[in-house]
């Protein structure tokens, strides 16, 4: 059996004869740039989010950027993140001029600890980024408390967690701001690259619609030096079909999470856990594993294809090396890097994939010296059962 790491041309042959049928209407007003596609899902996904508005973009990347810029950080300023995400969340930082710091994160959960938080902060810090690292919620409710207390305004990364909720209300209506990606395998994918902006605040919004344009405020009438960040008018169109899915897909997707841990049940295998006020959407299906190299690689060879997300943190990449961190700074993440492996994830999985899958992990284990006995024929496991495809 072959599970590829993710199969988005399941999701075209379900969509495909609605986006061209909206591709056309994009085609036919030739409203490319901007336009009225990409304003009705600027409607749709604020209300989505539970906000008040959403300025769309054509990257996550650019979304962090003019979130940063937006409330005036920059040089000399100081914005606290974690070392386990993407580097996107770092570089956004670095292009205002502001300092990236890290905290560790909390060790069951690999999101940010408030309590690390909080030692963390001096008088330069000017924001939090909180990353919902794989579509699980951070404890938004106690770093809000942090920064509120302190006066410090948090940016969501919300990049990876469409629709994951905190306490029943959606990422994204937390922070001062919050920030979504629709690169093409995201949750919410666009054909190609997307991003946005979701806020309460008019002011933000004002300022992040005239940074997306070359800081236009009106024609011709150039407030800032902006940037050319706009969304496309066919991300706009696509992204108006799929957000109707949304909420079924990550049903899907939880679905294959609740199997994949009651088939790696009794294995050496440990889950990245949930905080309890969370309900993630699982983007990526991370687990701990003893051996992770050697298990990856005979995953490989079994037809199961994974990920690691991510394998070397920020701190240790040699584009920071100028800002002096070491090996040992952030444990919990380092610690993590050398366990934790992506497997396949997507709503259109099937049980008996996950079930191969889960298969082929205990069959690892089962190799293993050390964990032979808890293998005997006797053992009362879950049956495994599952068709060749
Ligand atoms: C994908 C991602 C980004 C960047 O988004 P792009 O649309 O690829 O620029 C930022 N942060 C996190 C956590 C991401 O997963």
Not at 20 to 32: G, Y
Not at 216 to 224: C, I, P, R
Not at 318 to 329: D, H, I, P, S, V
Not at 358 to 367: A, G, L, S, T, V
Request: glycine residues 8%.
């Amino acid at each position: 059996m072959k599970v590829p790491f993710l199969d988005l041309k399941l999701q075209y042959k379900e969509l495909g004869a609605e986006v061209s049928r909206r591709f056309q209407h994009v085609f036919k007003t030739t409203s490319f740039v901007l336009g009225d596609e990409v304003e009705q899902f600027e409607h749709d996904f604020a209300r989505y989010t539970g906000t008040e508005y959403c300025v769309a973009l054509n990257s996550g990347t650019s979304a962090l950027h003019l979130a940063l810029l937006a409330h005036g950080i920059g040089e000399g300023d100081e914005v606290i993140t974690v070392p386990n995400t993407f580097i996107a969340t770092a570089e956004a930082i670095s292009y205002t001029g502001a300092k990236p710091v890290f905290v560790d994160v909390d060790p069951d959960t690999l999101l940010m600890s408030p309590e690390n938080l909080e030692k963390a902060i001096t008088p330069q810090t000017r924001a939090i980024i909180p990353v919902h690292l794989f579509g699980q919620p951070c404890r938004i409710d106690a770093i809000r408390e942090i920064a509120d207390s302190k006066g410090i305004i948090v940016i969501e990364d919300a990049c990876q967690a469409h629709g994951a909720e905190f306490s029943g209300k959606r990422v994204g209506s937390f922070g001062s701001c919050s920030v979504f990606s629709f690169y093409a395998g995201k949750n919410l994918g666009a054909y190609g690259e997307g991003g946005a902006l979701v806020t309460d605040n008019e002011d933000i919004r004002r300022r992040v619609r005239a940074l997306r344009d070359h800081g236009q405020t009106s024609k011709h009438q150039h407030e800032y030096i902006g940037y050319n960040y706009r969304m496309d008018g066919f991300q706009g169109a696509v992204l108006n079909v799929k957000l109707q899915w949304l909420d079924k897909w990550n049903k899907l997707r939880r679905q294959n999470a609740d199997l994949y841990r009651k088939y790696l049940i009794d294995t050496p295998v440990k889950f990245v856990e949930e905080y309890p006020q969370a309900k993630g959407v699982y983007h990526l299906m991370v687990i701990r594993a003893q051996e992770r190299d050697k298990l990856r690689e005979f995953l490989n060879d079994m037809g199961v294809q994974t990920g690691i997300h991510y394998p070397v943190p920020i701190h240790l990449q040699q584009a920071y090396k100028f800002l002096g961190w070491n090996r040992g700074e952030y444990p919990n993440c380092e610690q993590a890097c050398d366990e934790i492996i992506s497997l396949p994830m997507y709503p259109e999985l099937l049980q008996n994939q996950v079930q191969y899958v889960c298969h082929c992990i205990r069959e690892f284990y089962k190799q293993q010296p050390e964990h032979e006995q808890l293998y005997e024929e006797s053992d009362s496991k879950p049956r495994l059962e599952f068709a060749e495809a």
